[in-house]
C-alpha cells in the first residue's frame, strides 16, 4: 500500500533555484494539502486543493504555486528559492469531508542556502 | 481567533506509567473536531485519535483516549501504560469551517520521551 508518496526526501538549494515537490496518492482522495513545518513549530498550510482542477491559498502561500491537473498528483513548485523557505514539507491527503482523519507523506527536508 | 495551545514542550514519563498531553483550544464555533497526530523520529505523521464537538462520549483508540472537556475547551490525549515506542513529538489539531471549506489549525507539539 503505497499511500501518499512524497519526492524527494531530502534537497539543498541555492537562493534563487525553483524546485518542484512532488506527491502523488493512490487512495482516491479528493483533498491534498502542503503543509510546511518549521522547528518547534506546528504545520503551516501552504495551498490544498479539493479535487483535480481546483486549488486554494492556505495560511502560508507566498513563494508557493501549486496545480491539481489528475486526482493523484499535486506537485508544489517553489519559485525563487529563500533562506526563510527551508523547512520541512509534507503532503497530505483525505477522502471524503475536507480535513478528516489525513494520510502524510513521508517529508521533504529542504534547504536553502 | 482559532487557536491550538500545547503548554508542555517537552515531558519525561517513565515507561508503563500513563501519560496525559494537554491540548486547549479556542473557537467560536459550534462545530468542530479535534485531532491527535504523533511525529516519530523518522519524520511521518501518524493519526492517533478524533473527538467531534458534538460526540458525548470520549474518543478512545486502544491505548490512547481523548479526555473532551468542552466547557474547559481542553482536549488531553491520554496514553495508557506508555511504551518505548511511544517516544515521539506528539500534535493536537483542531478542524474549523474557514471560509467555503475546513481547516486544521495545529499546536506547537509536545516532545514525549519514555525512560525505561
Known amino acids: 500500500n503505497a499511500g501518499v508518496t512524497q519526492t524527494p526526501k531530502f534537497r539543498i538549494l541555492k537562493i534563487g533555484q525553483s524546485m518542484t515537490l512532488q506527491c502523488t496518492q493512490d487512495m482516491n482522495h479528493n483533498y491534498m494539502y502542503w503543509y510546511r513545518q518549521d522547528p518547534g513549530m506546528g504545520l503551516k498550510l501552504i495551498y490544498y486543493?479539493?479535487?483535480?482542477?481546483?486549488?486554494d491559498k492556505g495560511e502560508v502561500p507566498n513563494g508557493y504555486n501549486v496545480s491539481r491537473s489528475t486526482t493523484e498528483d499535486f506537485p508544489l513548485r517553489l519559485e525563487l528559492a529563500a533562506p526563510s523557505q527551508t523547512s520541512v514539507y509534507f503532503c497530505?491527503?483525505?477522502?471524503?469531508?475536507?480535513?478528516?482523519?489525513?494520510?502524510f507523506g513521508s517529508g521533504t527536508q529542504l534547504s536553502v542556502l | 481567533a482559532q487557536k491550538i495551545t500545547q503548554t508542555q514542550p517537552g515531558m519525561f514519563v517513565q515507561e508503563k506509567e500513563a501519560v496525559t498531553l494537554d491540548c486547549t483550544y479556542d473557537?467560536?464555533?459550534?462545530?468542530?473536531?479535534l485531532f491527535w497526530y504523533k511525529q516519530p523520529s523518522s519524520g511521518e505523521m501518524i493519526f492517533l485519535i478524533y473527538q467531534g464537538s458534538y460526540d458525548e462520549q470520549n474518543a478512545t483508540e486502544g491505548r490512547y483516549s481523548l479526555n473532551f472537556q468542552k466547557a474547559r475547551k481542553s482536549a488531553n490525549l491520554v496514553i495508557s501504560a506508555s511504551q518505548l515506542g511511544d517516544s515521539a513529538m506528539y500534535f493536537c489539531?483542531?478542524?474549523?469551517?474557514?471560509?467555503?471549506?475546513?481547516?486544521?489549525?495545529w499546536g506547537a507539539g509536545t516532545k514525549l520521551i519514555i525512560k525505561p
Open positions: 497530505a491527503s483525505s477522502y471524503r469531508v475536507a480535513n478528516e482523519k489525513l494520510f
Open positions: 473557537t467560536s464555533d459550534q462545530s468542530y473536531g
Open positions: 489539531a483542531m478542524r474549523v469551517r474557514m471560509d467555503s471549506n475546513y481547516q486544521l489549525i
Open positions: 486543493s479539493v479535487g483535480a482542477g481546483i486549488t
